[in-house]
């Protein structure tokens, strides 16, 4: 490919650039007056919040954490998963 010289249509290193239209048509803009209007205020209907409800404490999960001390959690075979291991097999973790 040759450098074109002196054109309007390709750039100095060679390449076409984009045709960029010269001639624009211009519109009229039109003014018209502004008819105001009173804002509208809209008429919500009266929704009551629920109602208190006494203090209720959390439910006792304290035997979840004493059956969960029985287990280990380790990798399965050093692939990356976890995996929940008795105290029977503990020996066997990783093998």
């Known amino acids: 490919m040759s450098i074109i010289q002196g054109s ?19 519109e009229k803009v ?19 919040s629920a109602p208190m409800t006494p203090y209720r404490p959390a439910k006792d999960e304290t035997y979840k954490r004493d059956i969960s001390s029985s287990y280990t959690i380790a990798p399965a075979y050093n692939k990356g998963a976890y995996q929940v291991i ?10």
């Open 30 to 48: 039109i003014f018209h007056t502004l008819n105001r209007e009173e804002p509208t205020i809209r008429e919500t209907p009266y929704y009551p």
């Open 86 to 95: 008795s105290e029977e097999s503990i020996e066997d973790i990783g093998r």
């Open 8 to 26: 309007m249509r390709h750039t100095m290193s060679g390449r076409r650039r984009k045709k960029i239209s010269t001639a624009r048509r211009k």
